[in-house]
C-alpha cells in the first residue's frame, strides 16, 4: 500500500501536461506506438488481461467488451466516450480531462485502433463547457501531430476523434440514452438486447467506455498487463481515482488502488469535518446505497462494497456528518431523480416523482408514519422495472436510509419538523399551520390531506 | 417548459406566459454555411439537431420557434422532431433569457456546505422572475444538479463556467459587479462570455478544424 505511485493522476502536479509537449515529454503517447505496432487483437488481449473493469459504474470487464465487437459486417464500428459525467458527488473524469487530457485521447485511440473503429465520438457533458475546450485543443494538437487524421503515425491506420456536446441531461450518461442523444434525439434509453456492441450507433457496433476506463489504457499497453494487475485487489484491479466530497476537511480527487479501504480514503479527505463523526456515506454517488460507521474497513472495490449491501458506482463518496440530516439529503437526491427521469418508463417517472412529494412532507413536518412504508413500497415498484438503471440508482438513497434511519424519518413525523434544521424558521414559515405563503406543493397540503396532482400543479 | 418546484420550499415559480417566437429568420446565410460544417462532422446530419440548436441561441440568445423551424429545414425533418428534442435538454432555453445564466447547485455535497443559501440569497438579489430573465436583461437564475465538481463546493456556475467555493459575500460581488459592467474571471476557462458566445463553443464553432473548411467561412 504505502508503495503504491499515482498512475492517472500522476501529471496532475505539472501544468504542461496539458499540452501535447509536455504530454509527450513524460512518456505520452508512447503507448501509442507500442499499440500500433502490435495486432489489434493482441491490444484486446492485453486489456483482457489485465482485468480492467468499465469506471462508469457498472464494472463490465473492458477487454471483454471490445472482444464483443463484430468484425467485418459491412458496417462501421464506432468507438463513444462517456465524458457526460452527472452521478451526484462524482467529479472524477472531469478532472481527469481537465489536467491530463491527451491521457484520455491516446486511450481512445488505442480503443479505436483494438477495436478497428474510424470514428471516435467524445459524448461531453453540456456544462463542461471548460473541460470540453481542454479537451478540443488536446484533440486538435494530436492532428497536428499525426496521432489523428489520416494514416496515423505512418500506420495505415485512419482515425476521427468528434468532440460531441450534450445539453444538459443526467440520462444521456446512460449508454443508450447517450447514443440516442449523438443520433439527435430525446436522450431515452432503450431496452438490451441488442447490445450497443452489435447495435449501437447508427445502428452498428459501437464499444461505449468511462474517461477513467480509457485513461487508463495507455498504462496498460505502456507497463503491461501484469503490472496492472498487481495493482488493486484480485477482481477490481488497478488504480482508481476516488472522488470524495461533503462534509470532509479536503474535499477532492484521491487516487488509491482499488481496494482501499473506505476508511483509509476518507482519511485521505482530512477524515470528517471539524472532527464529527460519521453518520453515512454513499460508496458510489447518490444512485449507491447508504452505507455506515461499522462498514469503514469494506475494501472499495466492486465485489467488496457489492458483498456490503451496496455498490462500487462511480467510485464517489458523499460524507454526511452527525448533524446532517438523512431525510433532507435523500430528498434532495430524489427531486434530482424526478427532475431527471426521462419520463419514458412509468415506474420510473411516477416514483420518482411521488416519493420526492412523500419525503418533502416529511421533511416539512407534515409526515404521517404510514408514508415510510408507502416509501418502501414505491421502492419496490420501481426497482428493476425500468429500462435503465435510473430509477434502481433512485431507490438506493430512499431504501437504504430508511434501513440505517427510521428512526430520524419516525422523529420528523412525530415533532412535525426536521430535528436538524437550523433554518427551521424558513420552513415553518412556508407552512400552512403557521400560516405561511401559499403557492408551493407541500405546503399547500393541509394536515391529513391527500396528495392531489390538479392541487399540487395548482 | 416544464415548471421545477424550488427544491427548499416546493414552491413553483409563478405561471407566466412567455415569448416563444421570433418573426424573422434567426439564421444569416453565412450562419448556415457554419452549419454546414457542424453537419459534416456527423455521419447523419440529424446528429448536429443540439448543435444546430446551439447555434440558433448563439444568434437569438436562446431558441425561439422561428429558429427551430429553420434548423428542421436545414436537417430535412419536420419542426415537431426539432422542438420534441428541444424540449428535453435545459441547457436549450426556450423563452427570453439573460446574458448570464448563473446556476447554483444545490445537491447534497453543495448543499451541505451552504448552497442551498446560496441559491435563496441569488433569489432575494435578483428578485421575482428571475428563473426567465430579469428586468434588466442581465440574468436568468438557475437551481442547478450537480456539477460534477463538488471538490469546490458550493459551486456556481456563470454561462457554465465555474466558480469555486463561494461565499455569499462573493456571491453578492459578482451580480454587484455584472451588474456595474465588469464580469468576474472563473475559477477556471477565463471570463465567461454572454449566453450566445458560450453557446457557440457548444456548438462545436471552437473544435472545427481547419481542414473542415475554416478558410471557405466568412
Ligand atoms: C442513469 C445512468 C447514468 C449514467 N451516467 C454515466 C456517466 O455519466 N458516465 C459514464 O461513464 N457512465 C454512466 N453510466 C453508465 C453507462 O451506461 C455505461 O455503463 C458506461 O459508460 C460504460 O463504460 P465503462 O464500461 O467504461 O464503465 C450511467 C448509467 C445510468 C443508468
Ligand atoms: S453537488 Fe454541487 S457540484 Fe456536485
Known sequence: MAEFEPVLTARWGNPDAVTMDGYEKTGGYAALHKALGMTPDAVIDEVKASGLR?????????????????????????????????EPGTFNNRELVERDPHQL??????CAYAVRCHTVFIYTRGEFVWPGT???RAVGEAYEKGYLGRRIVGSDFDLDIVVHRGAGAYICGEET?????????????????PFPAVEGLYRSPTVINNVETLSCVP??????AQWFASIGSEKSAGPGVFSISGKVERPGNHEAPMGTPARELLEMAGGVRDGKRLKAFTPGGSSTPFLVEEHLDTPMDFDSVQAAGSLLGTKAMIVLDERDCIVDAVLRFTQFYAHESCGKCTPCREGTWWAARVLE??????????????????????LFKAFCALADGAVSPIDSSIKFFRDEYE??????????????????????????TEGGTAQILPEGRELDLGEVLG | MSRVPDSQTGQLAPLRVVEDDVPSPVLSEAVRRQAERIIAKYPTRRSALV??????????????????????????????????????????????????????????????????????????????GSEQVTADGLFTLEEEECLAACDTAPVVALNYLFFDRVSQQQLEQMIGSIRAGSVPEASRGGVPGELKEVSRTLAGLNGLRPAEGAASDG
Open chain 1, 177 to 193: 440514452a447517450l447514443l440516442e442523444s449523438l443520433e439527435g434525439r430525446r436522450g431515452q434509453p432503450k431496452l438490451r438486447p
Open chain 1, 105 to 110: 485521447v491516446e486511450g481512445a485511440i488505442i
Open chain 1, 134 to 136: 481542454v479537451l478540443e
Open chain 1, 219 to 224: 498504462h496498460i499497453i505502456d507497463r503491461g
Open chain 1, 54 to 86: 468499465g469506471r462508469g459504474g457498472a464494472g463490465f470487464p473492458t477487454g471483454t467488451k471490445w472482444s464483443f465487437i463484430p468484425q467485418n459486417t459491412g458496417k462501421p464500428v464506432y468507438v463513444t466516450v462517456n465524458f457526460d459525467e452527472s
Open chain 2, 51 to 128: 448543435p444546430l440548436l446551439y447555434l440558433v441561441q448563439s444568434e437569438a440568445g436562446w431558441v425561439p420557434r422561428q429558429g427551430m423551424r429553420e434548423v428542421g429545414e436545414l436537417l430535412g425533418i419536420t419542426t415537431a422532431e426539432v422542438e420534441a428534442v428541444a424540449t428535453f435538454y435545459t441547457m436549450l432555453k426556450l423563452h427570453p433569457c439573460g446574458r448570464y445564466v448563473l446556476s447554483i447547485c444545490t445537491n447534497p455535497s453543495c448543499s451541505l456546505v451552504g448552497g442551498r443559501a446560496l441559491y435563496q440569497r441569488a433569489k432575494e438579489l435578483l428578485g421575482p
Open chain 1, 361 to 382: 412532507r416529511i421533511e416539512r413536518g407534515h409526515g404521517r408514519m404510514e408514508d415510510i412504508d408507502l416509501l418502501q413500497d414505491t421502492g419496490r415498484n420501481m
Open chain 1, 411 to 436: 422523529e420528523h413525523i412525530r415533532l412535525g419538523w426536521c430535528p436538524f434544521r437550523e433554518d427551521r424558521e424558513l420552513v415553518r414559515a412556508a407552512s400552512p399551520r403557521t400560516g405561511g
